[in-house]
Structure formats: C-alpha cells, structure tokens
Nanobody
Framework: QVQLVESGGGLVQAGGSLRLSCAAS????????IGWYRQAPGKQRELVAI???????NYEDSVKGRFTISRDNAKNTVALQMSSLKPEDTAVYYC??????????????WGQGTQVTVSS
C-alpha cells in the first residue's frame, strides 16, 4: 500500500503565491509519474501539472507560466509552486502518483486533497 500526504494549501489573495507539497510512502520501487489534479465545486477533476520519471512536464494551459512542478526522486516527493494566483484557481488540489511496486506492478494513488482558496 502507498500513502500520499499533501500539505501547503490555504487561503491567499489574488496575485499571491502558495507551495503545495506531497510525500509518497509505502511499497514503492519507483514512481513513474507524479503530479497534481484539482477539482472546483461543480466541476470535473482536471490535471494541473504532472512530471514523469525522466522529468518531462505537462501543465494545464491556464497555469502555464504561473505554476512550476518539481520532484525529488530520492525522497519520493513532488512540489507545486503556484504564483500569480487567480480566484479561478480555487479548488481542492489532489496529489496523484503512478507507482511501480517491487513486484513490478503499477498502481495509481491519490492523496486526500488540500484546499486552495484565492480571494479577489
């Protein structure tokens, strides 16, 4: 079993910054991809940013140039630096990881979510 523990959400004014962190622990051989999704009230969960094991990144169009994702493979962590935040960034942010186990199986895991609220 694998646990993803998020931290760093909160309330910030528009134009401000927040940093989200996520740490994965448990039965991990390696992490193929790890990143962040978000879900606003009444909307579907959407990809925000993701980073692969070869450090390839993919961002949702509306966050490009404002958010930066990074990972530490040795610590099995991922961070999302969010700048120039807008009210429309308000959502619950979920950490996601595709984990490869020592048995060379892969599974998708989710964190419990952390609230990000941007006031105008």
């Amino acid at each position: 079993q694998v646990q993803l523990v998020e931290s760093g959400g909160g309330l910030v004014q528009a134009g401000g910054s927040l940093r989200l962190s996520c740490a994965a622990s448990g039965n991990i051989f390696s992490i193929n991809s790890i990143g962040w999704y978000r879900q606003a009230p009444g909307k579907q969960r959407e990809l925000v940013a993701i980073i692969t094991s070869n450090v390839s990144t993919n961002y949702e169009d509306s966050v490009k140039g404002r958010f930066t994702i990074s990972r530490d493979n040795a610590k099995n962590t991922v961070a999302l630096q969010m700048s120039s935040l807008k009210p429309e960034d308000t959502a619950v942010y979920y950490c996601y990881a595709r984990v490869i186990t020592p048995g060379v199986d892969w599974y998708d895991y989710w964190g419990q979510g952390t609230q990000v609220t941007v006031s105008s």
